[in-house]
């Protein structure tokens, strides 16, 4: 195991209490964030995972270091990179849906605090059910999800 590897297991046995978020049928894992300044727009990727018979979908994101998020797509069209805000992200019966770099993702607009690494900024998200779950996002030093697993 190379040296790096090392730091990241370690970094998923320290994160993983603090960025998972479970309800009977739905959980959140691998939330993270970046390093951003106050008064400017923030970003926030999870993935959600919906472990129930039935489609779900989140409507509606808040936290209390922004003064509103918005759900975004992005979409790359002849080389340039363009977002989208959505009102719900559908999240499948017995699947997933990741907000990660160049997918979905939450725009935390309005910081009310500097998110440095290591920050948590908390986040309570609901859906389309009425389920509500509340995620911690683990502000990165900016490289990568703190866990180092994100990507697939
Ligand atoms: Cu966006």
Known sequence: MKPFALIAAAAVLIAAPAVHAKTATLEVQRAWSRPAVAGTTGIG???????????DALEKVE??????VEMHSSTMSGGVMS????????????????FGPGAYHLMLIG?????????????????????????????????????????R
């Open 63 to 68: 936290t209390p270091i922004a003064s509103r």
């Open 83 to 98: 977002m989208e805000k959505q009102d719900k992200v559908a999240v499948p019966a017995n699947g997933e849906t990741t």
């Open 45 to 55: 990727y999870m993935v959600v995972v919906n472990h129930g018979r039935a489609a």
């Open 111 to 151: 910081l009310t605090k500097t998110l440095k690494p290591g920050d948590e900024a908390p986040a309570t998200l609901t859906f389309a059910s009425g389920a509500k779950l509340r995620v911690k996002f683990v502000v990165s030093s900016g490289m990568g999800p703190p866990t180092a697993i994100d990507h």
